[in-house]
C-alpha cells in the first residue's frame, strides 16, 4: 500500500507564499505522475499541477506563472511553491500520485488526506 502525506499548508496574507510538500511512502516499486489538486467548497476538484517522472510539468492556467511543481525522486516527494497567492487560491490542496507497488502491477492512483490553504488578509 502506498501512502502519501502532505504538509506546510496554512494561512497567508494575498500576494504571499505558501510551500506544500508531499512525501510518498509504503510498498513502492515505482512512481510515475504526482500532482496537486484542490478543492474549494462547493466546487470539484481540480487539478493544480502535475509532473511526470521525466519531470514535465501541466499546470493549470490560473496558477501558470505563480506556481511551481517540483519533485525529488530520491525522496519520493512532490513540492508545490505557492507565490502570489490569491483569495481564489483558497482550497483543500491534495497530493495525487499513480504508483506500481511491484513490478509488472498495474498502476493505480493514490491520494493525500488534503491540507488546507487560506490566502487572506
Known amino acids: 500500500q502506498v501512502q502519501l502525506v502532505e504538509s506546510g499548508g496554512g494561512l497567508a496574507q494575498p500576494g504571499g507564499s505558501l510551500r506544500l510538500s508531499c512525501a510518498a511512502s509504503?510498498?513502492?516499486?515505482?512512481?510515475?505522475?504526482m500532482g496537486w489538486y484542490r478543492q474549494a467548497p462547493g466546487n470539484q476538484r481540480e487539478l493544480v499541477a502535475s509532473?511526470?517522472?521525466?519531470?514535465?510539468?501541466t499546470y493549470a492556467d490560473s496558477v501558470k506563472g505563480r506556481f511551481a511543481i517540483t519533485r525529488d525522486n530520491a525522496k519520493k516527494t512532490v513540492y508545490l511553491q505557492m507565490n502570489s497567492l490569491k483569495p481564489d487560491d483558497t482550497a483543500v490542496y491534495y497530493c495525487?500520485?499513480?504508483?506500481?507497488?511491484?513490478?509488472?502491477?498495474?498502476?493505480?492512483?493514490?491520494w493525500g488526506q488534503g491540507t488546507q490553504v487560506t490566502a487572506s488578509s
Open positions: 495525487n500520485a499513480g504508483a506500481r507497488v511491484f513490478p509488472g502491477a498495474s498502476e493505480k492512483n493514490y
Open positions: 509532473i511526470n517522472s521525466d519531470g514535465r510539468t
Open positions: 509504503g510498498t513502492i516499486f515505482s512512481i510515475n505522475a
